[in-house]
Each structure stands twice: as structure tokens, then as C-alpha cells.
């Protein structure tokens, strides 16, 4: 038993010496193309990625293609260094198909939102900072990846959204500020002018409310118990509630040391005396 061991020893052994006397050079030439081509990968990933920053392209996008190169050229070596050793690559070839399309069935879901994300990379409807809302969900943008997209909310709750439901979704893109509303009544005897230019006053005199687009103040609608005044203005999207808080305070107080009477809900009742005395 121990002779037969030693015999299949030496059967190895023989065929690894011939190998090695058959390709010495050939597995020589093999490791410098592929020491090469890993030193090439490297340096045209690095000429890539300057490349697209030179030319401002999104950060996401410059990494994933510079990436991409580089496993491509890598892929190729190693498959020029096999058959330089006399290894057949095209079963790995064929492999390697095979495994692609598995792969691509059971990730469908995952590359599909890959490829809305480099739709958004590259079409650019919003970039980080803009205020967007698709599907009833709306934020600011904290980062664009390739398979998903990061809001944030005024109540600083981060919203993960895969890319897949964004792209061919109706998109609405208020860049970085929103619309915040606001109304409050005044009796009708008051003078409307004089509590819209109150309004206005306190809208110009708060550092977050946007000058451009303009606040927009006026008679809103004519109510039972007092004519309503809104007011809309916008301001940054991560600070809607603190600067609502803010202008609605300062507009009640406005209207108060103004003497402007503020009604609350109340109903007229009418007596006849003559259905009394029947």
C-alpha cells in the first residue's frame, strides 16, 4: 500500500516537473502580463476618474465607471495570462456566462435600481440638497446612490428610497427650499391693508424665509366669522417647522399689538318680536 502511494507520488511529481519544464517560460511570461496589467488597470481607473472630475461628472458616477474599468482590464489579463500557460478559457468563458445570467435573474429587482441610478446620474433631474417629492414622498436630498436615494424630512427622519421608483415617476423638484403656508383671520370690521403689510413685515424681518421666489400675502377667503389672510413663503426644507413656528408667532403678535381684532367662531341669532308676542 505504501509503494502504490509512493508510485502515484511519483506520478505527480513527474508530471509537475515536465509541466514545469514544458511552460517554465510560459508561467514566467504569464506572471508578468499579469503583474503588467494590474499596474495598467490601475493607473487608466486613476486617468478615469481625473478624467470625469475634470469634467464635474457626479462623484457616484466617476467612481462606478473608473471601477468598472479597472475589473474589465483585470478580467481580460487574467484570461490572456491562462492561455498563455495552455489553459483553455473558454469553458470559464462559457462559466462565466452562465453564472451572468443566473446572477442577472436572481439580482433583477437590485439591477434594476442600479440602472435607474445611473439614469439619475447621468440626466441629473436632482442633485444632494434638492428638495424633491415622487410617490407622496417628499425630503431633501442627502445622497444619490446607485441603487437607492436618501431624503431627509423637517422632522429629520432619513427616507431611503430605491432609484427603480423614482425614475419614470412623476418628480416634483422644489431644489432646496419648500413652500410653507400660513393664514389667520381678522374681523371684518378690521382694515385688511393694514394687517397684509403686518404680515409682510414680519416675513422680510425673518433671516430664513427666502427673498427669491417672493413671500405672497393676501385675502385668502371671505369666512363666517372673519376675512383670512394666508400668507406662503418658502424657506429651507430642514427648517420648516422652526421658521413656521417662528413667523406664526410673530405674526399673531403683530396682529395683536396692532389692535386687530382677531373673531373667534360665533353666530348671529336674529328674534322676531313679532313671532314672540304671538
Given at each position: 500500500?505504501?509503494?502504490?502511494?509512493?508510485?502515484?507520488?511519483?506520478?505527480?511529481?513527474?508530471?509537475?516537473?515536465?509541466?514545469m519544464?514544458?511552460?517554465?517560460?510560459?508561467?514566467?511570461g504569464?506572471?508578468?502580463?499579469?503583474?503588467?496589467?494590474?499596474?495598467?488597470?490601475?493607473k487608466?481607473?486613476?486617468?478615469?476618474?481625473a478624467?470625469?472630475?475634470?469634467?464635474?461628472?457626479?462623484?457616484?458616477?466617476?467612481n462606478?465607471?473608473?471601477?468598472?474599468?479597472?475589473?474589465?482590464?483585470i478580467?481580460?489579463?487574467?484570461?490572456?495570462?491562462?492561455?498563455k500557460?495552455?489553459?483553455?478559457?473558454t469553458?470559464?468563458?462559457?462559466?462565466?456566462?452562465?453564472?451572468?445570467?443566473?446572477?442577472?435573474?436572481?439580482?433583477?429587482?437590485?439591477?434594476?435600481?442600479?440602472g435607474?441610478?445611473?439614469?439619475?446620474?447621468?440626466?441629473?433631474?436632482?442633485?444632494?440638497g434638492?428638495?424633491?417629492?415622487v410617490?407622496?414622498?417628499s425630503?431633501?436630498?442627502?445622497?444619490i446612490?446607485?441603487g437607492?436615494?436618501?431624503?431627509?424630512?423637517?422632522?429629520?427622519?432619513?427616507?431611503?428610497?430605491?432609484?427603480?421608483?423614482?425614475?419614470?415617476?412623476?418628480?416634483h423638484?422644489?431644489?432646496?427650499?419648500?413652500l410653507?403656508?400660513?393664514?389667520?383671520?381678522?374681523?371684518?370690521?378690521?382694515?385688511?391693508?393694514?394687517?397684509?403689510?403686518?404680515?409682510?413685515?414680519?416675513?422680510?424681518?425673518?433671516?430664513l424665509?427666502?427673498?427669491?421666489?417672493?413671500?405672497?400675502?393676501?385675502?385668502?377667503?371671505?369666512?363666517?366669522?372673519?376675512?383670512?389672510?394666508?400668507?406662503?413663503?418658502?424657506?429651507?426644507?430642514?427648517?420648516?417647522?422652526?421658521t413656521?413656528?417662528?413667523?406664526?408667532?410673530?405674526?399673531?403678535?403683530?396682529?395683536?399689538?396692532?389692535?386687530?381684532?382677531?373673531?373667534?367662531?360665533?353666530?348671529?341669532?336674529?328674534?322676531?318680536?313679532?313671532?314672540?308676542?304671538?
Amino acid at each position: 500500500m505504501i509503494s502504490s502511494e509512493i508510485e502515484q507520488f511519483e506520478k505527480y511529481y513527474t508530471m509537475l516537473t515536465e509541466y514545469m519544464v514544458t511552460y517554465s517560460m510560459q508561467i514566467v511570461g504569464a506572471i508578468f502580463i499579469v503583474l503588467i496589467g494590474l499596474w495598467i488597470a490601475q493607473k487608466l481607473a486613476k486617468f478615469v476618474a481625473a478624467l470625469m472630475t475634470r469634467h464635474n461628472v457626479d462623484i457616484t458616477l466617476t467612481n462606478f465607471v473608473s471601477s468598472v474599468v479597472k475589473v474589465l482590464l483585470i478580467v481580460m489579463v487574467i484570461i490572456i495570462a491562462l492561455g498563455k500557460i495552455g489553459i483553455s478559457v473558454t469553458p470559464f468563458v462559457a462559466a462565466i456566462g452562465a453564472a451572468s445570467l443566473g446572477a442577472g435573474l436572481a439580482l433583477q429587482g437590485m439591477l434594476s435600481n442600479y440602472g435607474a441610478g445611473l439614469a439619475i446620474i447621468a440626466t441629473r433631474p436632482f442633485v444632494v440638497g434638492d428638495t424633491i417629492e415622487v410617490k407622496n414622498v417628499s425630503g431633501q436630498v442627502k445622497t444619490i446612490e446607485l441603487g437607492y436615494t436618501i431624503l431627509i424630512n423637517e422632522e429629520k427622519v432619513e427616507i431611503t428610497i430605491p432609484n427603480k421608483h423614482i425614475v419614470g415617476e412623476i418628480l416634483h423638484n422644489s431644489f432646496s427650499y419648500s413652500l410653507v403656508k400660513g393664514e389667520i383671520d381678522i374681523a371684518y370690521s378690521a382694515c385688511s391693508d393694514n394687517a397684509i403689510s403686518l404680515i409682510e413685515d414680519v416675513l422680510k424681518a425673518h433671516e430664513l424665509v427666502a427673498q427669491n421666489p417672493l413671500s405672497q400675502v393676501g385675502i385668502e377667503r371671505f369666512a363666517d366669522s372673519g376675512v383670512t389672510i394666508s400668507y406662503r413663503y418658502w424657506v429651507p426644507t430642514t427648517k420648516i417647522i422652526e421658521t413656521k413656528l417662528a413667523i406664526n408667532g410673530g405674526v399673531y403678535k403683530a396682529i395683536n399689538n396692532a389692535d386687530i381684532e382677531i373673531p373667534f367662531p360665533q353666530r348671529v341669532i336674529t328674534i322676531n318680536k313679532a313671532d314672540l308676542e304671538s
